[in-house]
């Protein structure tokens, strides 16, 4: 028996095939699959967004509110530089090189005009200040 | 559209998250997936059921049909992993006898009563083993060639070429032994 024999007997039969109902019926529920994927991706991303957004904002208002502050002291000092003698901007600059902000250059500012005395030097201060 | 068009096509809407890919890879490839399925299970029923979770699986995770290299043989290789573990599910016997075949039909329907020897032959295909079913399928039933249906199957040409000629040795020994019987 040849293969054409075989093959031609073979030709008598075919495999079922897909029914239209079924392609209705499967891209119907493939297409709903895809649609609540999206839907949960779409939701995902707004949730994202409105986190960044509030980080964002803290943010920005966290660097505003210290910008103004930085922005007042250094008004403030400013103004008050004109009036303030040697001696104290020698001890603001000190206290801005070891890291010490504004207030602590004000304090000892404080410190030196309360307890020095007229004419005396300001020696004893800075040995007082070194231990403080 | 040729196959690389409606790939590219494919590709194209899933990028825009457009659920008309699922359409055109059902016009494209539901009719052999279906063909494969069904001669693998040899259950209509089953094979849909089998193509649906295809599907279903495409719309959960769409994205990775753009890293398949061809989308058909893609596919093809989930539709056969999907049978396989629904055939290990089932506990289905390869060698299953049947009277005729739920899966195969006579070519010419308007034949009310098929002949005996149609029935035998159908038979006859339902017991091959499954790899040589699903040569006989493609290259019979789908009009494929041994090119397209290796890459299909994710198998050589010559692979192919050698399981078409053992289901064909098979078929021969069983119709001459069955023929010899009743001769």
Redesign the interface.
């Known amino acids: 028996?040849k293969?054409e024999e075989?093959?031609g007997?073979?030709?008598?039969?075919?495999?079922?095939?897909?029914s239209m109902a079924?392609?209705a019926?499967?891209?119907s529920?493939?297409?709903?699959?895809?649609?609540r994927?999206?839907e949960a991706r779409l939701a995902f991303g707004r949730f994202l967004r409105g986190w960044v957004a509030t980080i964002a904002a803290a943010v920005l208002l966290c660097a505003g509110i210290s910008w103004r502050e930085e922005a007042l002291s250094a008004r403030y000092f400013a103004s008050r530089s004109a009036c303030e003698d040697s001696s104290e901007k020698v001890l603001r600059a000190v206290c801005a090189e070891v890291g010490l902000n504004h207030g602590y250059a004000a304090r000892w500012a404080y410190v030196c005009r309360e307890r020095r005395g007229a004419g005396e030097g300001l020696a004893p201060l800075w040995r007082d200040l070194m231990i403080q | 559209m040729t196959a690389e068009g409606i790939e590219e096509e494919v590709r194209r809407l899933v990028r825009q998250d457009d659920p008309r890919a699922l359409e055109l890879l059902y016009d494209a490839f539901g009719a052999p997936l279906h063909g494969f399925l069904v001669a693998r299970l040899r259950d209509p029923r089953e094979a849909e059921d089998v193509l649906q979770e295809v599907f279903l699986d495409l719309a959960r995770r769409p994205a990775r049909l753009l890293g398949a290299r061809r989308i058909g043989p893609w596919l093809f290789a989930k539709a056969r992993n999907l049978a396989i573990d629904r055939m290990r599910a089932r506990g289905r016997s390869e060698k299953r006898e049947a009277a005729w075949p739920d899966w195969l039909e006579p070519a010419a329907p308007a034949c009310d009563t098929p002949s005996p020897d149609l029935a035998r032959l159908a038979g006859l295909v339902d017991r091959l083993p499954v790899e040589q079913r699903d040569v006989i399928a493609m290259k019979v039933f789908q009009g494929k060639t041994f090119a397209e249906a290796g890459e299909s199957l994710g198998a050589s040409i010559n692979t192919v070429a050698s399981r078409y000629r053992y289901a064909l040795e098979k078929l021969r020994g069983w119709l001459i032994a069955e023929e010899g019987h009743e001769g």
């Open positions: 028996m293969d075989i093959e007997r073979l030709a008598g039969l075919q495999m079922r095939g897909p079924m392609r019926r499967l891209l529920g493939a297409r709903d699959e895809w649609m994927r999206t």
